[in-house]
């Protein structure tokens, strides 16, 4: 069964930093697949933040976190990471994984559009304080 699992949540202050992972069964990260990160503040719509594969020479990242964030892959743990540094009130929301199977690159055009992943994690919440 393919399964991505999220921890790694929690209350930080501003200017914190918190580490996210995505932890998969069932398939391989990276070499066949390509993981995304997304984010759902209350009241708002979900959005992609980063997106990694192992054909793609630059992870993908949205405006709002290029340069604080980075994603990276454990192939051995079959685990990818989210690392978030210099965070913003404006970041708290629930943290989502989520997974394209039998790709190897991001979607280039679409590698934060929702309907181009196959299976997705249930969150994990991170709160910002300021």
């Known amino acids: 069964e393919v399964q991505v699992v999220e921890s790694g949540g929690g209350l930080v202050q501003a200017g914190g930093s918190l580490r996210l992972s995505c932890a998969a069964s069932g398939f391989t990260v990276i070499d066949d697949s390509a993981i995304g990160w997304f984010r759902q503040a209350p009241g708002k719509e979900r959005e992609g933040i980063s997106c990694i594969s192992s054909s793609d020479r630059t992870p993908y990242y949205a405006d709002s976190v290029k340069g604080r964030f980075t994603i990276a892959s454990d192939n051995a743990k079959n685990t990818v990471y989210l690392q978030m540094n210099s965070l913003k009130p404006e970041d708290t929301a629930v943290y989502y994984c989520?997974?394209?199977?039998?790709?190897?690159?991001?979607?280039?055009?679409?590698?934060?559009?929702?309907?181009?992943?196959?299976?997705w994690g249930r969150g994990t919440q991170v709160t910002v304080s300021s």
């Open positions: 989520a997974t394209i199977l039998a790709v190897s690159m991001c979607p280039t055009t679409a590698w934060n559009y929702i309907p181009s992943y196959d299976h």
